[in-house]
Every structure is written in C-alpha cells, then in structure tokens.
C-alpha cells in the first residue's frame, strides 16, 4: 500500500489553479479515492441528488424539523460532548410517581459494573410500568442528582420528542453489555 509523502501533490484540476479536482464541497482536506467508489453521482446528477433526496424523506420527517420551525440548538465542541456519559442500562423495576408534577414514573436501573440507579421518567404516554421491566435504555449517567419530591433522580433516561411532549424512550436496536458506553 503507497501512501503520499509531504512534498507530493495530489491531482489538480486542468485549469492549473492548484486546486485538488477531487477536494470535497466547501473545502477541507481532498480524497483521492473519492473518483474509484462506485456509485457515486458524477456532475448534474450530483447536484441532482440533494433535491431528489428532500423530495423522498419531505413525508418521514415532522413538519416543524423539515421547515426549520425548530432551529438546532447552539454548537458545542467535540470536547464538551465527550464530557456526557451515555451507558445502556436495563430497566429492573418502574412504579407511578404520583408525587410528580408531570405524570412520570420511579426507574430503577442495572447499569452492570456502574451499580443501580434510580431515574424519574416522564414516559407515561407511551408505556406502562410493567413494559418497561427488561428493556434495555440509554442514559446520561454523569448528572448531579437531581431532588424531585422525596425521589432522587441519579440518571436521565433518553429519548425522541414526539408531538412536542411525548417520549419515545432510545435504546440499542440490538442487547447490549450493560453499563456500555455510547460513543
């Protein structure tokens, strides 16, 4: 395998600019392989794709992320998202929190190696306490504890906005290792 040294160049454009004819949108470093992967659209289809893709997905995405009704949120750096520490954990028991100011209820927890803990969960639009014994979920596990009534919440669990309010909890499409790490 050949590798280019320092003081080589990579294929440039013809128009003897100096620019790499294969450097990516919007600059950055080039690929000189990106020419050999096959299927890859090629001039006007290329910039056909884009459109042809919004066209397809414009039914699979809620309206207010499509139209840009809900900006994302503020850049952060790389650095600050490795501080957040996301375990997949099983759910042991989960009771209603009537105590709750939103309907919500009591989890509890097994991440393996990190120990139990214990979560207030505001997922009772979608689940009943005895569904979510045995499934596996994510949670930020690194958090202060939290005070809600006379619970201590240790970890928060995870999970997709639907209509605004409800959740959908996250979890690995396949069981995973308790206490692993989502990267």
């Known amino acids: 395998m050949s590798s280019i040294a320092a003081d080589q160049q990579l294929p440039t454009g013809g128009d003897d600019s100096g620019e790499a004819a294969l450097a990516p949108p919007g600059g950055g470093r080039p690929d000189p392989f990106a020419a050999n992967r096959p299927g890859r659209p090629r001039g006007r289809e290329a910039e056909r794709v884009p459109a042809e893709m919004e066209r397809r997905t414009a039914g699979l995405r809620p309206e207010g992320i499509l139209r840009g009704e809900e900006p994302p949120s503020e850049r952060i750096a790389w650095d600050d998202f490795e501080k957040v520490d996301m375990r997949v954990g099983v759910v042991l028991r989960a009771e209603p929190f009537p105590e709750a100011r939103r309907p919500a209820y009591k989890l509890w927890v097994d991440f393996g190696p990190l120990g139990e803990k214990r979560s207030s969960a505001q997922v009772t639009d979608y689940y009943r306490p005895e ?5 596996q979920v ?18 928060l669990v995870l999970g997709a906005y639907t209509n605004g309010r ?4 996250l979890r690995p499409d396949r069981d995973v290792e308790l206490g692993s790490r989502i990267g």
Not at 166 to 169: F, I, M, P, R, S
Request: aromatic share 8%.
């Open 138 to 155: 994510v949670c930020v596990v690194n958090f202060p504890p939290k005070q809600i009534g006379l619970f201590v919440s240790e970890v």
């Open 131 to 135: 569904e979510l014994v045995g499934r």
């Open 166 to 169: 409800e959740v959908v909890l």
